[in-house]
């Protein structure tokens, strides 16, 4: 258990569908981030969110839309995904101060099928 | 970032230690060499980090050499639950963490 959890661990949804994947942390920490995670392939930074504010967004096709409310909650809302989009979608957290930036606790993921 | 360079597996028998190398010939000075790993298709997980000096943790311990180009990621005693994808990354203050492929590491009865 790292703090940080996600819902739902698992989701299934057809490439017209409208879904939401949540992470909230309670750590108390001031960044959160996504990542995606293909089959075979390395973890890739999705976005980065600081206080709140986006502050990376790493080409990230629009079908994918973030949310940060606060600095406890981030979703990821996701609309007319394509099947090469299926992935484990992660979600961290970490501490930024203004010397630096501390280690990232990650989630458990959600794996994602788009049929 | 500076880019990171791992083998791509290993095997390690149980109890014995394991010794995982990573070569960051161009790290810069106010760069930190990170380890995490992921355990089939959970979350990465951080185990330590380290600037100049070697480090230990309750999982771990990091020596980094002296002109930094390189450090090794020891597991005292490998159990079968260590058994991971192990990430050596290289990131400066900011909070921009760049994954490659890892060394998949193998514990073997």
């Known amino acids: 258990e790292t703090g940080v959890t996600q819902t739902p661990r698992h989701l299934v949804m057809g490439m017209t569908n409208k879904k939401s994947l949540k992470c909230e942390q309670h750590?108390?920490?001031?960044?959160m981030y996504w990542y995606k995670q293909s089959a075979k392939k390395p973890l890739e930074l999705m976005f980065v969110?600081?206080?709140?504010?986006?502050?990376e967004n790493n080409s990230v096709p629009s079908r994918f839309s973030p949310e940060c409310p606060n600095s406890s909650h981030l979703f990821l809302h996701l609309h007319t995904l394509q099947p090469e989009d299926s992935a484990l979608y992660l979600c961290?957290?970490?501490?930024?101060?203004?010397?630096?930036?501390?280690?990232?606790?990650f989630g458990p993921g959600t794996r994602l099928t788009v049929t | 970032d500076a880019k990171t360079t791992q083998p791509p597996s290993m095997d390690c028998a149980e109890g014995r230690a394991a010794n995982l190398p990573c070569n960051h010939s161009?790290?810069?000075?106010?760069?930190?060499v990170y380890w995490y790993r992921q355990i089939h298709s959970q979350g990465p997980q951080y185990i330590i980090h380290?600037?100049?000096n070697n480090e230990t943790n309750e999982m771990a311990s990091l020596i980094i050499t002296e002109d930094r180009k390189s450090s090794t990621l020891i597991l005292p005693h490998a159990t079968l639950r260590d058994t991971a994808v192990y990430y050596c990354?290289?990131?400066?203050?900011?909070?921009?963490?760049?994954f490659g492929a890892g060394t998949r590491l193998t514990v073997k009865p």
């Open positions: 961290a957290s970490s501490q930024v101060m203004a010397g630096g930036t501390y280690e990232q606790y």
């Open positions: 750590l108390g920490h001031n960044a």
């Open positions: 969110y600081n206080f709140k504010e986006q502050t």
């Open positions: 161009t790290i810069s000075g106010n760069e930190y």
């Open positions: 380290g600037l100049k």
């Open positions: 990354i290289v990131r400066g203050n900011n909070n921009d963490m760049r």
